[in-house]
């Protein structure tokens, strides 16, 4: 079945538009952030205190590769969300995404020079990850007009609470008190400040323009 969302264009912005508590928003976001960073942050130190008191190098080793998966996903979740931060090419953000081991990226077919229109694809980037469990592949492509993300894999699907998100505005506002549906939230919030139509047509294939 396939869903869509479509806002008339307006400069509202979103928390005019649906009236989440600003407060209650940020304190969303810093618990997705925290959810995000603890488990990897607590096994770092783990590794580090067993590499300190035994010596042992494949904790050492260990410690570094965690640490380098903190700092991959911090660059993505700051250009993602971040307020005027730089947004790098986004294949160089892949590393960043949960579970980015099983997970392809092709942007060949992306050539939208609109900074806004590629933040906001970043921006699904995260939630077509959440959509491939089980890894897979994850293409995009657009113009500065619009873009569209597919993804494929085993038991490839969309988070459920984009479908309800696109369905209704209340499905929206509570999504934005969820740290696991924050990722869609935002990117739903962002593409309906700027009046863009979001459909996904079933199965797997999301357009934004």
Not at 62 to 87: K, P
Not at 131 to 142: A, D, F, N
């Amino acid at each position: 079945m396939d869903l869509e969302m479509q806002v008339p264009a307006s400069a509202t912005p979103p928390a005019r538009l649906l009236g989440p508590d600003p407060l209650l928003l940020a304190g969303t976001l810093s618990n997705r952030l925290c959810h995000d960073l603890s488990g990897s942050l607590g096994a770092l130190a783990g590794t580090l205190e067993m590499a300190a008191e035994e010596g042992d190098q494949e904790a050492l080793a260990l410690a570094m590769v965690l640490a380098q998966e903190m700092s991959a996903r911090l660059r993505l979740l700051r250009a993602a969300w971040g307020a005027g931060s730089e947004l790098p090419e986004l294949e160089t953000l892949l590393p960043g995404l949960p579970g980015a081991d099983r997970l392809k990226l092709d942007a060949s077919n992306l050539t939208t020079t609109d900074e806004r229109m590629r933040r906001l694809a970043l921006m699904f980037l995260l939630v077509a990850a959440a959509g491939l469990p089980r890894g897979g592949t994850i293409r995009l492509g657009g113009t500065d007009q619009g873009f569209w993300v597919e993804i494929e894999g085993v038991r490839a699907a969309w988070p459920a609470e984009l479908e309800t998100c696109l369905a209704e505005s209340h499905a929206l506002l509570e999504a934005c008190e969820r740290p696991r549906a924050l990722a869609v939230a935002l990117s739903c919030l962002h593409a309906r400040a700027r009046g863009l139509t979001i459909g996904i047509n079933s199965p797997t294939r999301l357009t934004v323009s």
